[in-house]
């Protein structure tokens, strides 16, 4: 009896030995299985084991309020698109050395939190260059230093190098719990940005960001290179070791079969991946609105998905193009060179408008996606897209006004009798700068030439605004008598694309007088004006006509909800707007293609709202002193 009990125990034992060691093995067995990976073999994606499809839309969370984010992402999602990709702007993050912002409009962490509850998985691009037409490439100004520091941007320059990797060692810990791996959203993260584009074509450099995240996000991560086609952009931009995938981008002018084709020359294997597929385009102060219509996009769309080629995966950039409220737009430079900057919409032609309505492109893109990739659907989310409501609240009357020089009274720094400096001297990021020079005695009748203006200068002689000398335009005035003569220049973006990224800002070069370079002088008061600091104003009424240069003061009733409006500026010349306190943007009627303004609903409030302007060249009569409140959009006509 004894023994038989024994016996049975120890079976028991044994059994239960088993038994646990199973589960240990089962559970191994799941815990490893998730994860997302790069099957070289089959060249797909695999997510927990599993072959992952996907197709992705770019919308980036910096370019919409965040109370609207929810709206915007189930409108992805609503779409059959299952990833969004989204840059990260460092000088959106890192304003001014050190002080680092990931609140409100900023939080990029709610943000994924948000995609992640309506079933989409998150692909992060932190640069620490991103391009997207913002300012500098989101490298912040003061990485810049001065001009004769001679600061070599996205290379192993040491002084660049410095301020990234304080700025990584940041950011990267704070995106590592959000990895798919550690049960947030985020599959993939891309380094660096199209470097092939860029002239330094630093190998070092990039195997340094490669290993910089590999650090923080450890080994599992997908890191990939995205960069344009053509053969230098695919000998310069790729990492061709690290286990660092190489991607492209074209648009649907490209034949895909094509660029694949030389993709696979510079990468035998691994997934078809266009990261930047145009649904639209960029657009430029004095040129037409960008357009690609919805048929187009939507055949070539089609080919990429039914390709013999095998599983392409693609992501639209952009599928939410958004605003580049405040001053954050930048500017290309064309071989003219010609500089190029970038409106305040940010409306590319996408599927989803400036104010994240549906148009026709986005159910045709829903359409490609339904016939070639059916799983991606979820039928029960575009019950619940929802165009905004939008609402003409009407004429604002300005009846307060700051006139110039009273501008002054806003600067956040004031040198007296000094020599010029630029705003990355001045450690300003953006907005405007005022540069004052008095003579003993008075110029008469003299040209004033600015050679280097960067970018707009608006000239006042003796306080009168007498023109305007721009960056593009190769323009000289001619002064009357005067004895103060004040430059206030506008950064209007720096470049954010190709080789001329080392854009500083304010008075770089001479500045003329007839024969006399008067720039070289150390008698030049300095004002700097960054304009975050509107509310400051103390307004008087308007008893006469304004001069350009003066800051303008209305107030407009809301009753009920708010809703989305625009401001129409026709009557205007040049400058900024202001709605509550929030800088909506810069306003060019007169170049176009942008003729109104975008105002969001939630920078609106039921009762009075207040609208404050800055006009640079040109005022309408004081009896018709007064913009309108329309409920459409206005991004300019398509070439």
């Known amino acids: 009896m004894f023994s038989t009990r024994v016996s049975l125990k120890t079976g028991g034992l044994v059994f239960l030995g088993l038994l646990a060691i199973s589960v240990v093995v089962l559970l191994a067995r799941t815990f490893s299985y998730h994860g997302f990976t790069v099957d070289y073999k089959k060249n797909v994606f695999s997510k927990d084991g599993k072959t992952f499809d996907y197709v992705s839309g770019s919308l980036h969370y910096f370019r919409v309020p965040h109370e609207l984010w929810h709206d915007r992402l189930l409108k992805l999602r609503a779409s059959g698109i299952n990833v969004v990709s989204t840059y990260v702007p460092w000088n959106f993050h890192e304003p001014h050395p050190g002080q680092y912002n990931f609140e409100g409009d900023a939080d990029l962490f709610k943000f994924m939190e948000i995609a992640q509850s309506l079933g989409l998985y998150v692909n992060i691009r932190p640069g620490p260059y991103i391009c997207s037409e913002w300012d500098l490439g989101g490298i912040p100004y003061f990485v810049l230093g001065s001009k004769k520091d001679g600061v070599l941007l996205r290379t192993m320059d040491s002084r ?31 380094v660096e940005n199209e470097y092939g584009s860029y002239k330094a074509c630093d190998y070092d450099y990039m195997n340094y960001l490669t290993t910089l995240m590999r650090k923080h996000l450890g080994e599992n991560i997908i890191l990939y290179t995205a960069d344009g086609w053509d053969m230098h952009h695919l000998i310069c931009g790729p990492i061709h070791h690290s286990n660092v995938l190489t991607t492209v981008n074209f648009g649907p002018n490209s034949d895909h079969m094509s660029v694949f084709t030389r993709l696979r020359s510079f990468q035998g294997h691994g997934p078809l991946v266009n990261s930047e597929f145009y649904p639209g385009w960029l657009d430029h102060w004095g040129e037409p609105h960008q357009c690609k219509t919805s048929s187009f996009v939507g055949a070539e769309f089609s080919k990429m998905l039914e390709s013999t080629l095998g599983n392409v995966f693609v992501n639209f950039y952009m599928f939410f193009g958004g605003t580049n409220f405040a001053f954050y737009n930048g500017a290309n430079m064309a071989t003219d060179p010609k500089y190029q900057p970038d409106p305040t919409s940010y409306d590319y032609d996408a599927p989803l408008t400036e104010c994240g309505d549906t148009t026709e492109k986005y ?3 829903r359409k490609a996606i339904k016939k070639h990739r059916p799983h991606l659907i979820d039928n029960h989310l575009l019950a619940k897209v929802v165009n905004s409501t939008k609402q003409r609240y009407g004429k604002v ?13 806003l ?12 705003f990355e001297e001045l450690e300003q990021d953006y907005g405007f700068v005022l540069y004052e020079k008095t003579y003993n005695n008075y110029y008469h009748n003299v040209e004033l030439e600015i050679p280097e203006p960067r970018d707009m200068v608006y000239v006042f002689a003796d306080d009168k605004y007498v023109g305007k000398i721009y960056r593009s335009a190769n323009e000289k005035i001619l002064l009357p008598s005067f004895r103060k003569l004040a430059l206030l220049v506008e950064n209007m973006g720096r470049i954010n694309y190709g080789h001329y990224l080392h854009d500083y800002k304010g008075l770089v070069g001479e500045v003329r007088l007839g024969e006399d370079v008067v720039s070289k002088g150390v008698d030049w008061s300095i004002w700097t004006l960054p304009l975050n600091n509107t509310h400051l104003v103390q307004y ?34 040049k400058g900024v707007i202001f709605v509550n306190g929030r800088n909506i943007g810069r306003y060019w009627p007169v170049a176009g293609p942008q003729k109104n303004l975008y105002v969001p609903s939630v920078f609106l409030k039921t009762g009075v709202n207040e609208l404050v302007m800055l006009e640079l060249i040109q005022m309408p009569t004081q009896q018709d002193l007064s913009v309108e409140l329309v409920e459409y959009p206005d991004v300019g006509s398509c070439d």
Not at 397 to 409: D, Q, R, V
Not at 411 to 422: N, S, V
Not at 552 to 568: C, N, S, Y
């Open 160 to 190: 660049y190098l410095s301020h990234v990797e304080c700025y990584f060692n940041e950011l990267l810990p704070r995106l590592e719990p959000y990895l798919y791996e550690n049960g947030g959203p985020i599959i993939m993260v891309q």
């Open 363 to 365: 159910y045709a893109i």
């Open 397 to 409: 009357k300005f009846k307060e006004i700051l006139s110039y020089p009273g501008i002054k009274s």
């Open 411 to 422: 600067a956040t720094k004031h040198l007296e009798k000094g020599p010029i400096f630029t």
């Open 540 to 573: 008087q009424e308007i008893k006469s006509q304004p001069g350009p240069g003066s800051i303008l003061r209305g107030e407009f009733t809301i009753h009920g909800k708010p809703a989305d409006t625009w401001v129409k500026m026709s009557r205007f010349g």
